[in-house]
């Protein structure tokens, strides 16, 4: 079965850092598309970081110099480096992914991810 399951959320004051993690489990081949999303309460979810099946990146602007995705391949594991955080970031972070290409528009679009993890929380205080 195909599953995500993400780690590395919790509560830090402003200006630290956190890096989170997802697994990536039961996908064949290495054509996937991964993404990092957030809501916060009372807010649509919006898409933050989004990697491509090159390793290329897209950020949102209010996480641009300070929030870095990655992925290992071999590993078949999401990372989201935070650093600088604000209260703003304040969220249920999740992780997603997909096996089709949907577009450059599509890579931060949540209505193109089939597959999501739990979601984990992060606090800044």
């Known amino acids: 079965d195909v599953q995500l399951v993400e780690s590395g959320g919790g509560s830090v004051q402003a200006g630290e850092s956190l890096r989170l993690s997802c697994v990536a489990y039961g996908f064949a081949g290495s054509n996937l598309y991964m993404a990092w999303f957030r809501q916060a309460p009372g807010k649509e979810r919006e898409g933050v970081a989004a990697?491509?099946?090159?390793?290329?990146?897209t950020y949102t602007y209010a996480v641009q110099g300070r929030f870095t995705i990655s992925k290992d391949s071999a590993k078949n594991t999401l990372y989201l480096q935070m650093n600088g955080l604000k209260p703003e970031d304040t969220a249920m972070y999740y992780c997603a992914a997909k096996t089709a290409y949907s577009g450059a528009v599509g890579l931060m679009s949540s209505r193109t991810y089939p597959f999501w993890g739990q979601g984990t929380q992060v606090t800044v205080s």
């Open positions: 990697i491509d099946n090159a390793g290329s990146a």
